[in-house]
């Protein structure tokens, strides 16, 4: 169906910044929104951002203002900016695009990228 291949993620001080790239391959036509969640250790997996087929974006209300979702429909690939860090943005990062395929619903899922803010 749909592979996914994350990179971008390491340590940062409070304050600072990392672009976050999910890379696709596979069946980019049957996708129906990509997007950005994230899980914290003892947490659950909660998204960040998404931006469907047709240029909508939404954000989580903890990241509205820090961080940007855009994308690259040339090569296929989608990108999180993130500005302003703070410790709880610590979390493992999860790219994930939604697709249909026939009248199924599928997501795929990257192998997640750690994101550090020390406090």
């Known amino acids: 169906q749909v592979q996914l291949v994350e990179s971008g993620g390491g340590s940062v001080q409070p304050g600072g910044s990392l672009e976050l790239v999910c890379a696709a391959s596979?069946?980019?036509?049957?996708?129906?929104?990509r997007g950005w969640y994230r899980q914290a250790p003892g947490k659950e997996r909660e998204l960040v951002a998404d931006i469907n087929r047709g240029g909508a974006i939404s954000y989580a209300d903890s990241v509205k203002g820090r961080f940007t979702i855009s994308r690259d429909n040339v090569n296929n690939a989608v990108y999180l900016q993130m500005n302003n860090l703070k410790p709880e943005d610590t979390a493992v990062y999860y790219c994930?695009?939604?697709?249909?395929?026939?009248?199924?619903?599928?997501?795929?899922w990257g192998q997640g990228t750690q994101v550090t803010v020390p406090s």
């Open positions: 596979g069946s980019i036509s049957s996708i129906v929104s």
């Open positions: 994930n695009a939604r697709g249909i395929s026939g009248y199924q619903v599928f997501d795929s």
